[in-house]
């Protein structure tokens, strides 16, 4: 595995690159352009790209046009309804993580979390540093961190818990963040389980989500669709949008049917950039 510090740099200017990108493409800026918007050389630039993510950038940029994402709407037709109906278990995850998912109880959501020991820390990842938190029954929060944002980031899980009790612990939340982003390839992964707090609408949403498989996306409609309410696609993007834990329940596989990527709360150059990242690791597993 590549060194999770040096990726969490690397995506830095990763993501200036496709904010660049997203405020120029309309004249297809060259390479040399793109490289010079982020400080770098093309030569490093490119080796950059290749650090991060293992393709030049030009291929990269492929994945996150509109075309390839009406492409993904099209060839992920119904995949809700065939794809892991025996359960909310998925292979779906980045490097094939088991997740399983359980919903706090009505009582336990009423309490806000009292007398819960929840513990957080910070770590780098390949699309920048995070904040991972955690319950003694499963993850509860993974947030990516905006540069200089930590504090904020510790202020909103407080106030998703209000009432449980925070304790720093890198060195516990460091173990769970080993089994998301640093693993293996010979080795099984351990299972990684999450605690979720939300409506039951909320959590029928977040669990349709965990079926999504790596390399696709659906729009808002097949989600609604699939949960049995095919007219509630808005409130639909209103649970993606109060996911607590993006990524390992991944809402950057929604996007909308006329192949826009649309809002992500951790930012639209990130939800390009996971997609992206995706898309190289599902082409390198059908080629292997």
């Not at 890198?170 to 389980?193: K, N, Q, S």
Request: charged share 25%; aromatic share 10%; proline share 6%.
């Amino acid at each position: 595995m590549k060194d999770l510090s040096q990726l969490s740099k690397d995506y830095r200017r990763v993501e200036q690159a496709i904010v660049f990108l997203e405020e120029h493409f309309h004249r297809q800026p060259s390479l040399g352009e793109i490289a010079s918007a982020v400080d770098l050389s093309e030569y490093h630039f490119q080796r950059l790209f290749s650090r991060w993510v293992g393709i030049s950038p030009k291929r990269f940029l492929q994945f996150l046009t509109k075309e390839y994402a009406k492409k993904l709407i099209v060839e992920s037709e119904n995949i809700l309804d065939v794809t892991y109906d025996s359960g909310l278990s998925s292979p779906s995850r980045l490097h094939d993580l088991f997740v399983t998912c359980e919903a706090v109880t009505p009582g336990q959501y009423k309490t806000k979390g009292s007398g819960v020991r929840l513990i957080y820390g910070f770590h780098p990842s390949p699309f920048g540093e995070c904040l991972l938190a955690a319950t003694e029954r499963g993850i509860c929060a993974l947030r990516f961190v905006p540069v200089g944002d930590s504090d904020r980031m510790v202020n909103w899980l407080q106030l998703q818990w209000p009432q449980s009790v925070l304790h720093h612990r890198p060195d516990e939340t460091g173990l769970l963040h080993r089994r998301i982003f640093d693993f293996a390839p010979d080795r099984e992964p351990a299972p990684v389980h999450l605690y979720v707090r939300g409506t039951n609408f909320q959590i029928k949403v977040w669990e349709a989500l965990l079926k999504i498989p790596l390399g696709k996306a659906v729009a808002y409609e097949d989600i609604a669709r699939h949960i049995g309410m095919p007219l509630a696609a808005r409130a639909v993007g209103n649970a993606v949008g109060r996911n607590p834990i993006p990524f390992l329940i991944p809402c950057h596989r929604v996007i909308r049917k006329m192949g826009e990527f649309g809002y992500y709360g951790e930012g639209p150059a990130r939800k390009k950039a996971i997609l992206g990242w995706e898309a190289v690791a599902a082409m390198r597993r059908k080629a292997a």
